[in-house]
């Protein structure tokens, strides 16, 4: 079984940074990706980022102040959130691809990820 555990969310007000990490524990698989999503309530999930290999992959409406990164081995992943602001508010999660796709492009949705975490909440408000 592979588990993720997010941490680092919490309340904050506008203009704050935040980090989130995830870390990834139990049965060991190839990791070809790694990302982080959000929702916000009543909205779909919502890709942000993540790390394939050494590309980085961002939601271009965030890529300015948001940034990921990861460890070599793919166990760790963090989020780096700047300048946040109240609509960045959600339940963030991380997730892992067991899948090796031949485009960057599958890793911008959820399909692609088989491993996900409980989520952790971000909370932007004054």
């Known amino acids: 079984q592979v588990r993720l555990v997010e941490s680092g969310g919490g309340l904050v007000q506008p203009g704050d940074s935040l980090k989130l990490s995830c870390t990834a524990s139990g049965r060991t698989f190839t990791t070809y990706a790694m990302g982080w999503f959000r929702q916000a309530p009543g909205k779909e999930r919502e890709f942000i980022a993540a790390?394939?290999?050494?590309?980085?992959l961002y939601n271009d409406s965030m890529k300015d102040r948001f940034t990921i990164s990861s460890d070599n081995a793919k166990t760790t992943a963090n989020l780096q959130m700047d300048s946040l602001k109240p609509e960045d508010t959600a339940v963030y999660y991380c997730?892992?691809?067991?899948?090796?796709?031949?485009?960057?492009?599958?890793?911008?949705?959820?399909?692609?990820?088989?491993?996900w975490g409980q989520g952790t909440q971000v909370t932007v408000s004054s």
């Open positions: 997730a892992a691809s067991p899948k090796l796709y031949g485009s960057d492009r599958y890793y911008y949705t959820s399909r692609a990820y088989d491993y």
């Open positions: 790390i394939r290999g050494s590309n980085m």
